[in-house]
Nanobody, 127 residues
Framework: QVQLVESGGGLVQAGGSLRLSCAAS????????MGWFRQAPGKEREFVAT????????FYADSVKGRFTISRDSAKNTVYLQMNSLKPEDTAVYYC????????????????????WGQGTQVTVSS
């Protein structure tokens, strides 16, 4: 099993920035589809961004396009989410998920596509 641990969350003012990290251990995730999702209390888990194998393709939710950037560092076995121009509506627990390429069926925006998850990191944006 691969273990995923998110970090980097915190409290920021609107317009500020945060950089989230998803550190993987146990397995190399170079061939994994990796995604970021977020969930606010009482709401469904929402797709934020995903990066396919080798970083060949990246996809974003419309709500974060132009503000968030997903990336990966193979040497560190880590995926990042750079979050700029944060808005109060970005407040949520952010989760990192992964699925091996061979088990990926194309549904990158569906949290059920992902087999492995971290415990999440809280992001709070004040107005």
């Amino acid at each position: 099993q691969v273990q995923l641990v998110e970090s980097g969350g915190g409290l920021v003012q609107a317009g500020g920035s945060l950089r989230l990290s998803c550190a993987a251990s146990g397995r190399t995730i170079s061939s994994y589809i990796m995604g970021w999702f977020r969930q606010a209390p009482g709401k469904e888990r929402e797709f934020v961004a995903t990066i396919l194998w080798s970083g060949s393709s990246r996809f974003y939710a419309d709500s974060v396009k132009g503000r968030f950037t997903i990336s990966r560092d193979s040497a560190k076995n880590t995926v990042y989410l750079q979050m700029n121009s944060l808005k109060p509506e970005d407040t949520a627990v952010y989760y990192c998920g992964g699925v091996p390429r061979e088990y990926y069926s194309g549904g990158y925006s569906n949290f059920r596509e992902y087999d492995y998850w971290g415990q999440g990191t809280q992001v709070t944006v004040s107005s």
